[in-house]
DNA sequence: GTAGGGTTAG
């Protein structure tokens, strides 16, 4: 039995971390006497999931130096960062660790392998974890679809979501993610706004925001950049954030919209003015468009700011 | 048995 003190303390490590304060959780982690393999997984756990990855890895790597040995647990957040920064290295020596000590692989571990592999685009050792799990949930193949979608394989992607609802497991919101992505990658228009209103009247899934980004995407870039703009001002019940914004500009380049890329980046620039970058993109547009009044326009409202340098 | 573990648009 651990001392009371050291789950106490674990307890609030883990607090910590879980609320994305992982600068506190990692001074009490830090501060505390003893650690254990729960005081290790939780920081570590912490640090993936605030995307500090890099901080996961070296946090992992410190912990196999203290002796400690990580577990399952541990494994998933590491597989996760490892995922998250496309350390396929490091994600295979841990796939190797799990199968030389018998680690048992079940759901979470599973689809944890599963997702590493397919962000990574290595698709055969992914499926190979994945056709050897005994169960699979909505995650384990969403894992797959959406890694299938962002490799640019949306077809294989549509046929894994055809396989799934066979297999009697509803889709979710994540899964949706990855089907709608994959539609855009494909360019079907009709069945992306197809499985786009079936998430509501079949599955009872309510889109969101990256929901609707998706369908800015799938609409400006292969449909209209009318309808994309109706899709994202009007059909929108959320207010478009940052990340809708960038997708629009990007996907009206390709249309050479310049009245609508400049709405779009003003909007974005409201959203996140501190962003230089969204300065830089907003500048080029406008010396693309030759329209050098504006340039020196941004560059004005760049100035107080920070040095950038702007493309020619 | 157990204080700690998986998800997403660009």
Redesign the pocket.
Known sequence: M?AKD??SW??MI?GFA?CGDVGTARQLFDMSSER???SW??MI?GY??SRQSNEALILFHDMQSANVRP????M??VL?ACGDLGALGMGKIVHEYIDRNKVEI????G??LV?MYAKYGDIENSLKVFNGMGVK?V??W?AVI?GRA?HGFGEHALDYLAKMISGGIKA???TF?GVL?AC?HVGVVDRGWTYFTSMNDKYGVTP???H???MV?LLVEFGDTSRGKRALLEICPLLP?A??W??FI?ACKIHKNMELVEEATVNLLELEPHMDGNYVLLSNMYAQGKKWDDVVNVRRRMRDKTFIRFRE
């Open positions: 651990p050291l789950v674990n307890t883990h879980t254990d393999l729960v997984s939780s756990a993936a999931k577990d399952r647990v541990t998933v957040s996760f079940a759901v979470k571990l689809t944890s997702d949930d995650l384990t969403s959406i962002n979710n919101d994540i993610i992505s855009s969101k925001i990256e609707y980004g998706c995407d954030d990340i809708v960038r997708t990007s």
